[in-house]
């Protein structure tokens, strides 16, 4: 931060969290917060504690040295050197007060050798005296950057004895004293001169410094180790669940077997009964038939007959009355009915519940395990698709290569001969394993192959590669409508730091607010205004290292925050944002229609795109050597390299899978897939840098699995992935 700066904002240095106003004798509590005396002093009496004080900021207890004095605490001579410097920063509203005459005045002079501000009337006394003639006054209006910085940088003055600067440090007392405490109060005592001891204490305190940053590198390492072995650990749990599955199904394909043997055996005694059923049921109605018949013509007779016809002889109704006379009950094998039942093979089931498909097993191991269907860097490294490479062999070894599509896995056949590499092989696929190669017309052989995957080999076959697409689902909501700490009112941006802490522009508040990766409310800074620190509708939001980025686009300007959300400083005309590997700020600047790179200290770069690239310029990100851009207004995205040369795009306006309505923010997952937020369409497309659709997740509405605009996004260490929802808040 340059020293113009530095001053601008130096009232938030000099003033103390406890009474809020100008620091009055700063005193050092051990967990480097600073505090006036006196506002001590009234914590130490409202506690009724005389031998240790709670820190306001972190409310850490402290023990007071000596006999409970606070003035014991060491003094901060930096807030005390700013303090001098105030007043410098303060003449052309307030004027100065006069070390002499304590008169305040606007036309004043500062002593360097002094240390002391003169006003007009007492600098020809001050410059008259013999003894003052080498000193360096300069006048406030003639003040340049180095004097103010001449001003911080002067030497520390001794609290007892008035205008005597510290030389000495007394190694019995351990603390910095001037002339006259070493002739005085620490006469005898060991004592050396103050910038060896301080130089000294630097050389140890940057020695333990280099120390603490080899053993946080060293943990640092550990980490990567046990992100590796977490990642190993959920590849061979995939694996297991793989295998269990593959042996759960292949015996359940054989109870299914036997089950469909069983049907069809039923099926088939089905048939055979249905057919004797209804050949029965023919001859009934056969019989009946002929039945109905003889009742008809026996009832006609019965009526055109006389008394005296009837009582002759008659062979027809002599056979009707001794057939009526006979048995005629029902046939009794038509009240036997076919029974089917299934006797189940209880041992079998007892076996089952008894007996297990398998055991699982886990054991220590001191290196990382390597027993995987395939090694390769996890989800670490993104990668864009999967390529795999078949390794094929003839009597003779280098060239290579073709490329073959199998089942979307590129598969680069390598062929190992001597042959002139300006003739290609052609290589057949013989679907068994087994490759043929051709250098056309002739046959040099068959052979067999084997494969990686990103350059890693696979054991088994290599020709059902199949990848698993991530899934998402909603895990965690935070926030509500309103403007109180936590709650949200039209969140646009969301950037994640190497914390895990999420941080989120909101327009209708026109601040940033700070949350914990489990959505517990940190901090929050901003209101709406144009002055420094201030937004109005703040939108496009970044971590650079322990830096926040913000793009207040109704004012113009990019801000940059301290983690604590102090301001920097500004540059730019922005409205998405994003950081790329290089520490540079990427600013789509919709106005102009153009991406801009700028330096975190608001130095131009470069640009992208030039005339009609871009119709309204929404979002870029770098990922690897490419920059890819969220044109909104072309519903599409646009992807250059790192020097801005357009590559190519892919998307449109639609409602279908990899088309867009107003989309907005980008962002990459850990598997190297591109995520974007598709707002009016509410949902987030998932893509491969292709352009390739993969998936997609979230519909219209209000409960945990729907989106009301979704605008911007960004991704946890460990995967998670954070949508900003505008209209749900």
């Known amino acids: ?48 504690i005389v031998d240790s004080i709670s820190c306001p900021e972190c409310r850490r207890d402290f ?192 109870i299914e077997a036997q089950k469909n043997h069983i049907f069809d055996e ?72 076919m029974a089917f039942v299934f006797k189940g093979n209880d041992k079998l089931f007892d076996d089952l519940k008894c007996q297990h498909i398998g055991c699982f097993e886990s054991f220590i191991t001191k290196t990382i395990p390597k027993d995987s269907s395939a090694e390769g860097k996890g989800i670490r490294e993104g990668t864009v698709g999967l390529k795999a490479e078949i390794i094929v062999t003839t009597r003779n070894s280098q060239k290579e290569q073709c490329y073959q599509e199998d089942d979307g896995v590129t ?112 901090r929050s800074f901003g209101i709406k205004g144009n002055q420094q620190g201030e937004f109005d509708f703040p939108v496009g939001i970044a971590f650079h290292n322990d830096k926040i980025v913000v793009a207040d686009a109704n004012n113009n300007r990019v801000q940059v925050f301290s983690d604590e959300g102090h301001y920097l400083n500004q540059l730019g005309n922005p409205h998405g944002l994003s950081i790329d590997s290089d520490g540079n700020i990427i600013v789509a600047d919709r106005g102009n229609k153009l991406i801009k790179i700028f330096s975190l200290d608001g130095r131009f770069l470069h640009s992208i795109g030039n005339e009609g690239s871009f119709i309204f310029s929404f979002h870029c990100i770098q990922h690897d050597n490419f920059l890819i851009v969220s044109d909104r207004g072309a519903h599409c995205i646009k992807v250059f390299n790192r020097e801005g040369e357009f590559l190519y795009k892919f998307g449109n306006k639609g409602k279908g899978n990899g088309e867009f309505n107003n989309h907005g923010f980008l962002s990459m997952d850990r598997a190297g897939h591109l995520l974007v937020c598709d707002e009016s369409n509410h949902r987030v497309q998932v893509f491969k840098l292709s352009g390739e659709f993969v998936t997609n997740f979230g519909v219209c509405g209000i409960k945990a699995r729907a989106f009301n605009r979704p605008l911007s996004l960004a991704v946890l260490s460990d995967g998670k992935v954070i949508v900003t929802e505008f209209q749900n808040n």
């Open 63 to 254: 023990r007071i040295p000596g006999n409970g004095d606070l003035n014991a605490f060491p003094t901060n001579f930096r807030v005390n050197s700013l303090l001098d410097a105030l007043p410098v920063t303060e003449c052309n509203t307030s004027g100065i007060k006069c070390g002499n005459c304590e008169k305040t005045s606007g036309e004043s002079a500062y002593c360097f050798t002094c240390c002391s501000f003169w006003c007009g009337d007492c600098l020809p006394l001050h410059n008259g005296l013999r003894s003052n003639k080498e000193h360096h006054v300069l006048a406030l209006k003639d003040f340049r950057d180095e004097d103010f910085e001449s001003i911080l940088n002067q030497p520390t003055l001794c609290g007892k004895h008035e205008k005597k600067k510290l030389k000495f440090f007394c190694q019995e007392c351990k603390i910095a004293i001037c002339n006259a405490c070493a002739l005085t109060d620490h006469e005898g005592h060991a004592k050396i001169v103050l910038e060896d001891a301080a130089k000294e204490r630097k050389s140890i305190v940057n020695a333990a410094i280099e120390s603490k940053k080899r053993r946080a590198q060293e943990k640092m390492t550990r980490t990567a180790t046990i992100d590796e072995n977490c990642v190993s650990i959920q590849e061979q749990a995939a694996r297991v669940k793989s295998d269990v599955q593959q042996f759960a199904d292949s015996f359940i394909a054989a």
């Open 411 to 522: 598969l680069e056949i390598k062929t190992r001969e001597g042959r002139d590499s300006a003739i290609k092989p052609q290589i057949q696929d013989n679907k068994d394993g087994t490759y043929k190669i051709n250098y056309f017309p002739k046959e040099i052989g068959t052979c067999q192959a084997s494969v990686k995957v990103n350059g890693e080999h696979v054991r088994g076959s290599p020709f059902g590669v199949q990848v698993k697409l991530r899934q998402f689902r909603s895990v965690l909501s935070f926030g509500q409508e309103g403007s109180d700490a936590g709650m949200l009112l039209k969140p646009w941006g969301v950037a994640v730091n190497d914390k895990d802490e999420i941080a989120v522009s909101e327009v209708g508040n026109h601040r940033v607010q700070i949350f914990a990766g489990n959505g517990t409310h940190i």
């Open 266 to 337: 039923v099926e088939n005694k089905v048939r055979e009964s249905l057919q004797l059923l209804g050949e029965q049921r023919h001859e009934i109605e056969e019989d009946v038939k002929m039945q109905e018949t003889e009742i008809e013509k026996t009832e006609m007779i019965v009526k055109r007959s006389t008394n005296a016809q009837i009582m002759q002889p008659h062979e027809f109704m002599d056979k009707i009355i001794q057939e009526e006379a006979e048995d005629h009950s029902v046939n009794s094998d038509f009240e036997h009915v």
């Open 1 to 48: 931060m340059d020293i113009k700066t530095f001053l601008d904002n130096i009232h938030e240095h000099v003033c103390c969290p406890v009474c809020m106003t100008r620091f009055t004798n700063p005193k050092q509590l051990p967990c480097l917060h600073s505090f006036c005396l006196h506002c001590l002093q009234r914590i130490q009496q409202a506690s009724r």
